[in-house]
């Protein structure tokens, strides 16, 4: 019982100077990897289980626009995705809620450009590296993916 209650207390000690050193990450053009965790609905542009490469362009926990890029390349078929996530509300919190716009340009035949909704949880490692649960809604479709991100540079 009381080394139940002293690995306890020393979880928790741990965990409480994790979190004081955890700093916001910057503004900035982020490496991602993004993966597809689930398409729901009959207009899903994608499925479930892909992971793809990517590149957000961030503009920091008070910004309002931010940009996902990401670039699909099948046989005879070659585009680039980007995701508009216009932040309506949770400016300057790790919880976003606000409008998609999502675009896809290239050739094959794939071209589409939608709007609707997202949400979007940020988890903070540090200044430069962030994991992030976005969903998204439009249509008949709701997709979640989790991202994770490294920054590359301070442009975004």
Known sequence: MKA???LAVLSTAIGTIAN?????????????????????GS???EHAGPL?????SFSGLN????YVRSPWTYPDEAMVSVHV???????GTTSWKGKLTRI???YGGKDWNVSGSFTAELHEIGSHMFGAEITES???CTEEMAVSLVRVSSDQ
């Open 138 to 140: 439009y249509g008949n």
């Open 43 to 45: 207009q899903c542009l």
């Open 85 to 91: 996530l216009s932040v309506t509300s949770g400016r």
């Open 63 to 66: 910004g309002t626009k931010h």
């Open 52 to 56: 793809y490469p990517g590149e957000v």
């Open 104 to 106: 896809a340009k290239g």
């Open 4 to 6: 139940t209650a002293a």
């Open 20 to 40: 004081a050193g955890t700093q916001a990450p910057e503004p900035g053009s982020y490496y991602a990897s993004l993966y597809m965790g689930s398409a729901n």
